[in-house]
């Protein structure tokens, strides 16, 4: 029997983003469910196929990924926030533990972060390029 690659659910409500998320996501062997552009719909996928991870952006359109995060951390599917918008006081308090890439981002640093929540509950280090003075810096994942 064939190896089923792992489901990674993909939120993101600006069209190119999400297509460049999902093409890294596949060409890394994963099965990609969606992309959602709307919370709506990221809610109606997380529920219908049980992913193994997840890519969140924050903010979908007028509304915010919360109530899907919230659902994802019950249910013990681990999710990484990809956001142009790191300045959520969400961030800081209920999701300070939570990896978070900033926009716009590479496929190294998206693929080395799922790859990291997919690892298990040991703590793995993956570079980040900020692409600024900090590049190159690790950051570890706290699970």
């Not at 929540?117 to 040991?122: D, K, R, T, V």
């Amino acid at each position: 029997m064939a190896d089923i690659p792992p489901a990674i659910l993909i939120v993101e409500d600006e069209i190119f983003v999400a297509w460049d998320e999902a093409q890294a996501m596949e060409g890394a062997g994963y099965r990609v469910l969606g992309p959602a552009h709307d919370l709506a719909s990221g809610i109606g996928l997380a529920q219908a196929e049980s992913p193994c991870a997840a890519v969140l952006d924050i903010n979908l359109g007028d509304e915010t990924v919360w109530p899907l995060a919230e659902m994802l951390d019950e249910a013990g599917i681990p999710f990484v926030f990809v956001t142009a918008d790191l300045g959520h006081p969400e961030l800081q308090t209920r999701y300070a533990d939570v990896t978070r890439i900033s926009k716009p981002t590479s496929q190294a640093q998206l693929l080395g972060a799922v790859a990291s929540l997919l690892a298990g509950p040991e703590d793995v280090s993956f570079p980040i390029d900020h692409g600024d003075d900090r590049a190159g810096r690790n950051v570890s994942v706290l699970r």
